[in-house]
């Protein structure tokens, strides 16, 4: 039974770990959920004070990761039509691999702007603001998930 619950515990670490890139999957809480899993297991077990950290965390981050590019977005001189069109390019850039997923809420964010009638200058620079926000929050959650990939490998070594 062990073996089984380090294994799915370390898909749900790997999955978390994709989905801080991927906006579909909850990378966090999927990260999180993978270390709980382990801790069930007769091999490994972490501490209440530890489990209890990681979920503050995980709470934060997923808060963080929401706001940050709503941030970003508006201290550029963004309005809530770029904040749709960042988070729509986000999703459009899914479908284009990597590179999509990187440029799609800039692209979204400007269109949104631009269509909220700001003139290209404005609406560049409150797209560079969700560009921003977007990167902060994706590495903070990629940061995220590689310390639950590390206490995932060090608790089986």
Do not use: C
Request: hydrophobic share 60%; aromatic share 14%; glycine share 14%.
């Amino acid at each position: 039974m062990d073996l089984f619950l380090i294994i799915i515990a370390g898909i749900f670490v790997i999955i978390g770990f994709l989905g801080s890139v991927l906006p579909i999957l909850p990378g966090a809480p999927l990260s999180y959920l993978g270390l709980v899993i382990l801790h069930f297991t007769q091999k490994v077990e972490f501490t209440s004070n530890f489990l209890i950290l990681w979920a503050v965390i995980v709470i934060f981050i997923q808060i963080f990761d929401a706001v940050i590019p709503i941030w970003g977005t508006k201290k550029f001189g963004g309005s809530k039509r770029g904040v749709w069109g960042s988070t729509l390019g986000l999703i459009a850039g899914m479908f284009l691999g990597p590179l999509g997923i990187i440029l799609g809420p800039f692209v979204g964010a400007l269109i949104g702007e631009l269509s909220a009638n700001k003139n290209t200058k404005d609406a560049v620079r409150a797209a560079f603001g969700a560009f921003l926000g977007f990167i902060i929050g994706t590495v903070s959650k990629l940061v995220v998930a590689g310390f639950m990939i590390y206490y995932y490998v060090t608790a089986l070594i």
